[in-house]
């Protein structure tokens, strides 16, 4: 079996191109089979993960970005619906308040972080400050940072500058047992339009729709230029990017939980041994566990 982990993750310093990458790509696999593969990797996360949290060492932070009707929602669901709640927490990330805007833009983010043996989901996350607000450079001003009162001002030079904060503030994380893996779903635009009309049509899913939709839509190629570079910058071995074709979701979800399995199997996490001092006592425990009446 392929390791999606070597299969889908953008190297630091490589270049790529969204454009050459195929969102329908499902390779060797196929739909028929796809439950019963699912069910067998929930199973090892399961397993992975009680051990994970009962070991406390490192934490997990998994991102997802993607446009809308990509399938961030569905993945979290399907991929997470075997974990032990109590070592997961999901946090989704909308515009930001008036009170997130008086600091800076990490802040909200670095609040959500998950703890030592936990996995800490974020269904879109700090990366919206270099895609949503390259797109609309506007939405940068609210953040009256000093020296950027003008749409001119946000330049190249910000955007790099903006890049490098990510990339130490993802490091710091690496750097104090923080494992960051990055999810961009790549979904085509002939999909996300059969998404949205599906939206449309039935009755149970129209509240998924809004206008904004149609709007960021006209802005396809300009999204698709701003991943792209905020790939190309922040893509580093202490916090990968994985680009998953999306416009299978069967096969988003395998690919998506197997580099989590994959991820959390390479840490080799195993279940506290007592020390001697405990454990020699354990049998007088139990006898007077036995003795009781």
């Known amino acids: 079996m392929e390791s999606f982990i070597k299969k889908f993750k953008i190297e630091e310093g490589k270049d790529f191109s969204l454009k050459k990458l195929d969102p329908s790509y499902t390779g060797e696999y196929r739909k028929d089979g796809s439950k019963e593969l699912l069910a067998s990797y929930k199973e090892q996360l399961s397993s992975l993960q009680d051990k994970f949290y009962a070991e406390n060492s490192h934490s997990l932070l998994v991102l997802f970005q993607a446009l809308d009707a990509a399938g961030k929602d569905s993945a979290i669901k399907h991929v997470m619906s075997g974990v032990n709640p109590?070592?997961?927490?999901?946090?989704?990330?909308?515009?930001?308040?008036?009170?997130?805007?008086?600091?800076?833009?990490?802040?909200?983010?670095?609040?959500?972080?998950?703890?030592?043996?936990?996995?800490?989901?974020?269904?879109?996350?700090?990366?919206?400050?270099?895609?949503?607000?390259?797109?609309?450079?506007?939405?940068?001003?609210k953040e009256n940072l000093p020296g950027h009162t003008s749409l001119n001002k946000i330049n190249k030079s910000f955007w790099d500058s903006r890049y490098k904060s990510i990339n130490h503030f993802e490091k710091h994380l690496n750097d104090n047992g923080t494992v960051v893996l990055k999810f961009f779903l790549h979904l085509s635009k002939e999909k996300q339009k059969e998404r949205f009309l599906k939206r449309i049509d039935d009755k149970k899913k129209n509240w998924k729709f809004s206008a904004g939709d149609i709007e960021e839509r006209a802005y396809?190629?300009?999204?698709?230029?701003?991943?792209?570079?905020?790939?190309?910058?922040?893509?580093?071995?202490?916090?990968?990017?994985?680009?998953?074709?999306?416009?299978?979701?069967?096969?988003?979800?395998?690919?998506?939980?197997?580099?989590i399995t994959e991820t959390l199997d390479s840490l080799s996490p195993q279940y506290p041994v007592l020390p001697d001092s405990a454990s020699s006592h354990l049998q007088e425990y139990k006898s007077l566990l036995n003795a009781e009446r």
């Open 220 to 259: 396809w190629n300009d999204y698709m230029n701003a991943y792209e570079d905020a790939i190309l910058n922040t893509s580093t071995e202490n916090a990968p990017w994985f680009v998953i074709p999306a416009d299978n979701k069967w096969f988003t979800r395998l690919a998506v939980i197997s580099i």
């Open 86 to 141: 109590q070592g997961c927490q999901v946090f989704s990330f909308k515009q930001p308040s008036s009170e997130d805007l008086e600091h800076d833009f990490l802040r909200r983010h670095y609040k959500a972080l998950p703890e030592k043996g936990r996995i800490g989901i974020h269904n879109r996350s700090h990366y919206e400050n270099v895609l949503v607000c390259k797109v609309h450079p506007e939405l940068v001003l």
